[in-house]
């Protein structure tokens, strides 16, 4: 069994602490983003906001478990941490696709109806349903991290409260761009408004991609092997380590985050950008959907 010695299993571990580390940085640069150019916050970018926050904390619980892994206790802790917060990622992201959904079906303007509700959801009651495993003893060493145990108990709450959930938002988000995407070949778009559209399309489609050979090393434990398990797990773990940092390259990319951020290093100072020329609208007033939609749609 020539993968599962301890040297693969040490390469392994690294790879995947590595790209933790990686993912870090990028959540905690979209953190810095919002705290010190206020010029680019606004509704959509909260959004964004709390996805970097959740990655932020999945990808600290994640270096820290390396760090205390024979700690049983913290190992729990940060698997409990860990779930939660990919899970609550997952639902913000498909809070963009769903605001997506209802500014292109029904022109929805009112943003923030449920706002609440959704912070509720991921602050508060997301970590307490992921809090019951420790109850029943289902978190443990698993692999390269703290997860469920690979047992029937730690199965039924794997499948039922996290890849089911899972799995839940990624086909809602798949029928929500499905209904977008035809709706959008109906309509006359403006240039801008269709990169926007494009963009916010990518944080939702990263959440589905990294799921797929997550999902399949999850199947396939029942049907163990030894390198081609050991590698789709490398594999998926790191995926799932650097979502922080594929969301940030997604954000950072765009044309008037780079331009605060050129004009922010030129002049070693936060320079007020109009509003109206920034692919994200007022935090306080019109979310950049509204604008967008209500001057550059015809149907």
């Given at each position: ?30 953190i ?5 150019f ?23 619980s ?53 706002h ?21 003893g ?10 469920f ?15 089911g ?38 944080y939702?489609i ?11 090393l ?38 008037d ?13 936060v ?15 019109p979310?950049l959907?509204?604008?967008?939609f ?6």
């Amino acid at each position: 069994m020539a993968c599962s010695t301890h040297e693969y299993k040490f390469i392994g571990e690294m790879i995947v602490f590595i790209c933790a580390i990686i993912g870090f940085l990028g959540s905690l640069s979209i953190i810095l983003l919002y705290a010190f150019f206020p010029q680019l916050r606004s509704y959509s970018f909260r959004l964004i906001l709390y996805i970097g926050i959740f990655n932020f904390i999945q990808s600290l619980s994640t270096v820290l478990s390396y760090i205390h892994i024979n700690n049983t206790a913290l190992c729990d802790f940060f698997a409990m941490i860990f779930h939660s917060a990919y899970l609550s990622s997952t639902i913000w992201s498909g809070s963009i696709a769903l605001n997506l959904f209802l500014v292109v079906r029904y022109g929805l303007r009112d943003f923030t109806r449920f706002h609440k509700l959704w912070l509720f959801t991921t602050s508060v009651f997301i970590p307490g349903i992921f809090a019951l495993p420790i109850i029943t003893g289902s978190y443990g060493h698993v692999g390269y991290y703290c997860s469920f145990k690979e047992d029937t108990v730690g199965n039924i709450w794997r499948f039922s409260i996290y890849y089911g959930v899972i799995w839940t938002c990624a086909l809602a988000i798949c029928t929500f761009y499905l209904i977008v995407f035809f709706d959008l070949k109906k309509m006359h778009i403006a240039p801008n408004t269709r990169i926007i559209i494009e963009r916010l399309m990518m944080y939702p489609i990263i959440v589905v991609i990294i799921l797929i050979p997550l999902t399949l090393l999850r199947l396939h434990v029942f049907n163990k092997g030894d390198c081609e398990e050991y590698y789709l797990s490398i594999f998926s773990g790191s995926l799932q380590a650097l979502v922080g940092f594929f969301n940030a390259v997604i954000y950072t990319y765009t044309s008037d985050v780079k331009k605060c951020i050129k004009e922010k290093v030129k002049a070693k100072s936060v320079i007020e950008i109009p509003r109206a020329s920034l692919s994200v609208g007022s935090s306080q007033g019109p979310n950049l959907l509204e604008e967008s939609f209500k001057d550059s749609i015809e149907i």
